[in-house]
């Protein structure tokens, strides 16, 4: 890799944090950078698209989060802001969310489709309070969208001052070398291991089937979704699906780091039309985000386990634990995140608690936090033991409504013979001594002196104990 190239991916790797994509006007994808599956196909998408519909001038801001323009869940918005008169810069920032078991993506919140919120400097005042008045706006948005605006211009003009310290050109030549040094880099690394065909199904306790073919030869992967079922009630965009499949193949041959159109290149996914993997409007996207994302990356990582047996590893708990309390006007949702699968060499990591205020939840609603911590079993039995999850046990003092969302794949997918399958997440109610576990998602009201217990997944054991 001569020094030009390395001075931009360098460049690369300072600017973009978080989750973020550079993309060229004519679409070519120069990096994508993030924590999140679905990331990898969905900001490129929200690119495409805002290019598409909109004349972008350097300096502007678009705005959405439409999961069928390329956003995600509608509590994350998608900024693609014009860096140059051939550059895009896609960020995406969250704000408060909310838990809404809906049967449209328009019943799950405020939809925006690609807007332009910044032109010439100015912003559009007129549509950012349409955006206000609309009944699911969340409460301060637009002086959270002007905090944003302020922000990405600021970072944007750090890029043009960091490009012009360097005296560093960005030319078409360089972009090329870049992608396709990219893309023999990623065909390299997936050469180095055994190449094979694998077969795994996963159902969803929604009903829906997810089957996948892999194929892996000559350094490329073939993705074969043939015999996958309609949507039910989980749905999921196609540059979502993208995202996480680049995404757990990446991660697992370490490529990830060089995300661009070229490492993509050595990945073909095949879907047939009307499968729960290629949603259509006006399907809701939430569980699809969420359960469907964690059901695919664990349909992937079971089939590269079967392939690579080297390098095999027990299921991690992908999914969290979504529940949302809502008393009077006020609401809160919490995730409890699950266990990581163990493999040959050591146990899995286990989850802990996300960082909230227990205080700040009981002054704000009436309940009493009787225990937060790991779960008491060591999860997937094994040699080596599954990370636990994490338990979170509270009494109801008045009434409450709750909403809750766990696992989807609690129908358990058949392991390879050195895995084991850690504890499912399990939500139960406590009421006058009895108690009963609630489904898998649902709604209700909770009385007082109702003890909800709400535990993550741990994640599977690994060997022969």
Not at 175 to 199: D, F, H, N, P, W
Not at 255 to 270: C, D, E, V
Request: aromatic share 6%.
């Amino acid at each position: 890799m001569n020094y030009q190239v390395e001075l931009f991916h360098a460049l690369l790797n300072d600017f973009l944090k978080g989750e973020s994509a550079l993309v060229t006007l004519e679409g070519e994808v120069l990096a994508v950078r993030g924590e999140k599956p679905v990331t990898f196909g969905t900001l490129t998408t929200a690119a495409a698209t805002a290019s598409k519909y909109l004349k972008l001038l350097e300096g502007d801001i678009v705005l959405l989060n439409d999961p069928y323009s390329g956003g995600s869940l509608l509590s994350e918005m998608t900024f693609v802001v014009a860096v140059s008169e051939d550059l895009l810069w896609v960020t995406r920032r969250s704000i408060e969310s909310s838990l809404k078991l809906a049967k449209s993506v328009e019943e799950e919140g405020l939809r925006i489709p690609p807007t332009p919120i910044l032109q010439k400097n100015q912003l559009n005042e007129m549509i950012l309070q349409a955006m206000a008045s609309h009944p699911a706006c969340p409460p301060r948005f637009v002086e959270w969208l002007k905090e944003q605006v302020r922000d990405l211009t600021l970072q944007t003009k750090k890029l043009h001052e960091a490009l012009e310290l360097t005296g560093f050109t960005v030319t078409s030549e360089l972009i090329e070398e870049y992608i396709e040094l990219s893309k023999q880099t990623a065909v390299q690394k997936i050469s180095e291991l055994s190449s094979g065909e694998a077969r795994i199904d996963v159902v969803l306790d929604s009903g829906e089937l997810l089957r996948v073919n892999m194929d892996i030869h000559d350094g490329r992967i073939a993705l074969d979704f043939g015999g996958t079922s309609g949507a039910k009630t989980v749905s999921l965009t196609e540059s979502a699906t993208y995202g996480v499949c680049f995404y757990v193949i990446s991660s697992f041959y370490g490529f990830n780091n060089i995300s661009n159109s070229g490492s993509f290149s050595i990945l073909q996914i095949t879907k047939p039309a009307g499968c729960w993997l290629v949603g259509k409007y006006p399907a809701p996207t939430h569980k699809g985000m969420t359960c469907g994302v964690a059901a695919l990356q664990t349909a992937l990582e079971l089939a590269l386990a079967q392939i690579h047996q080297k390098k095999e590893k027990s299921v991690t708990s992908h999914c969290p634990i979504y529940f949302d309390l809502h008393h009077n006007d006020n609401h809160a949702l919490f995730t409890l995140s699950g266990g990581q699968g163990a493999d040959g060499n050591c146990d899995g990591v286990s989850a802990h608690a996300n960082s909230f205020s227990i205080e700040k939840l009981e002054s704000q609603f009436p309940v009493k936090v009787q225990r937060i911590d790991q779960r008491n079993s060591v999860g997937g039995k094994g040699k080596f033991s599954g990370g636990r999850g994490v338990i979170m046990k509270f009494e109801v003092t008045e009434d409450v409504q709750g909403t809750w969302l766990t696992d989807l794949t609690l129908h358990r997918p058949r392991l390879p013979k050195n895995c084991s399958h850690g504890d499912p997440c399990a939500i139960s109610l406590e009421q006058q001594g009895q108690q009963k576990t609630l489904p898998v998602l649902g709604q209700q009201r909770f009385t007082r002196g109702d003890i909800i217990t709400v535990c993550s997944g741990s994640g599977g054991g690994f060997g022969k104990e």
